[in-house]
């Protein structure tokens, strides 16, 4: 996270366009331009500037105890410094170019939008890449197992905005009239008459989308974790002692083949959030990926940076979560 939050300061300071021109605008006066300078701390060093940069992102952080600076960073005072506080705050990300509202605000507004895209997209393509990687083991080298891994190859080789494109136009145009569906939409629409509705049959073509790469990994995976677990002596014990072919299948094959099958879930759930962004942006689905892509239309930087750094905090948060989940799963692992 540190590496991370070096980059986009890096990318704040040199990427193209002056903040403060974009905020303030070019017909605002030079009193104007120059305390919006200070506030943005662009007036100091540039190792001053990191520092300041820091600052803002911690959540227990130093600040002057001044009326303006609680309204700023909205903090609460742990403990008193003088003419400075120490403050617990939520991570500062600065404030909207286009809207000035704070980049936090901006994107937990739309986060919801693309977790549940995320979690259905993932969902989907564990339940059917694991099925469809177990039918295939247990139909080693017949027609069945070709069949189903030489499509899998498609599946992973096709990028996700050319499948986005694809299925947007065919069943959410060319085959509306009997999917029912529609080309763009997110989960909450504002109706004219009826107000703000859910639409949940809006995430099927997107979450379909984002959820056949990672099916087709699953899928391979599950596939090659059976065969090896099913070559195994404990196997071959289980069906001496006469036990039923779904019992071996699923309680004694199935749930020791899943490690690897965990890990490709949670690197695709993080890499989904982040190859989501075109998807939503295709389907016009309110979500983080959409606002960003937005945000580079118009060069909103803080928009930008701020979507990128808690993207990298929700990566680094699921792998801590699958790390942990990995010792349930396999009792050969413990936590300590």
């Known amino acids: 996270m540190f590496g991370v939050v070096v980059v986009t300061f890096l990318l704040y300071h040199t990427l193209p366009g002056d903040p403060v021109n974009m905020m303030a605008g070019n017909s605002s006066s030079m009193e104007t331009r120059q305390h919006m300078r200070e506030e943005l701390g662009l007036d100091q060093p540039l190792l001053q500037q990191f520092v300041i940069y820091i600052n803002d992102l911690s959540v227990v952080s130093v600040h002057a105890n001044t009326e303006e600076n609680k309204s700023k960073y909205d903090y609460w005072l742990l403990l008193p410094l003088g003419e400075h506080a120490l403050t617990l705050k939520s991570p500062y990300l600065r404030r909207s170019f286009r809207s000035n509202k704070r980049v936090d605000d901006i994107l937990l507004e739309h986060l919801p939008g693309t977790l549940w895209l995320t979690l259905v997209s993932i969902v989907f393509a ?96 599950t596939r090659n974790a059976m065969l090896d677990v099913l070559s ?92 942990i989940l990995y010792a349930g799963l396999d009792p050969r692992i413990r936590l300590n």
């Open 126 to 221: 564990a339940i059917v890449g694991i099925v469809i990687g177990g039918i295939a083991a247990l139909n080693y080298g017949s027609y069945i197992d070709n069949f189903l891994m030489s499509s899998s190859v498609l599946g992973i080789s096709t990028p996700s905005f050319v499948s986005a494109i694809v299925i947007s136009i065919t069943f959410g145009y060319y085959l509306s009239d009997y999917t029912h569906l529609n080309m763009t939409g997110s989960l909450w629409e504002t109706d004219p008459i009826y107000g703000r509705q859910l639409q949940l049959k809006n995430i099927i073509l997107p979450a379909l989308t984002l959820g056949i790469r990672p099916l087709t990994i699953i899928a391979q995976l």
């Open 232 to 323: 195994q002596d404990y196997i071959l014990t289980a069906k001496a002692k006469g036990l039923p072919p779904f019992t071996i299948i699923v309680k004694h094959a199935l749930k020791n083949a899943l490690n690897p099958v965990v890990t490709a879930i949670s690197g695709w759930m993080a890499s989904l959030i982040t190859g989501a962004f075109f998807v939503e942006y295709i389907f016009k689905w309110k979500g983080i990926g959409m606002k960003t892509i937005q945000a580079v239309e118009y060069l909103d930087l803080p928009i930008i940076i701020g979507a990128t750094l808690m993207i990298s905090g929700i990566f680094v948060l699921i792998n801590l979560f699958v790390d």
